[in-house]
C-alpha cells in the first residue's frame, strides 16, 4: 500500500474527508501527518495533522492480507526531503 504525494494507483486514495493530502502542497516539506494501521480491523489511514481535515484510507481493504506479514517503511520522493517520526504509539483503539 502506498500514499504517494505524486498520485497514486497503490490503494490509499479513498477520500473520507477534505482534498487528497498533496493537493497545493507539492513544495511543502513541513507538513505533519498521523497515520493509523489496524491491521486486523484492515484500516489503514493517513491524515493531516493535528487538524484532519484531510483524510484518506486504503481504496479496497481486501488488499490488506492478514496472513501476511507487514514492515512500516517510507520512500522519500524529492531531492533532499527528509522525514521525521516522532512518535510511534501502540494503544487498544482509535478515537
Known amino acids: 500500500m502506498a500514499n504517494c504525494e505524486r498520485g497514486n494507483e ?7 474527508r477534505g482534498n487528497a493530502l498533496h493537493l497545493g502542497n507539492e513544495q511543502r516539506m513541513d507538513r505533519s501527518f498521523e497515520m493509523r494501521i489496524f491491521l ?21 481493504n481486501t488488499r490488506i ?10 520512500e522519500l520522493c524529492y531531492e533532499n526531503a527528509t522525514t521525521t517520526i516522532t512518535d510511534m504509539l501502540k494503544v487498544s483503539e482509535f478515537d
Open 10 to 16: 497503490y490503494g490509499m486514495n479513498k477520500m473520507i
Open 40 to 60: 486486523n480491523e484492515k484500516l489503514l489511514k493517513v491524515s493531516d495533522y493535528p487538524n484532519y481535515q484531510n483524510v484518506c484510507e486504503v481504496n479496497d
Open 65 to 74: 492480507n492478514l496472513s501476511m506479514h507487514y514492515r512500516f517503511g517510507i
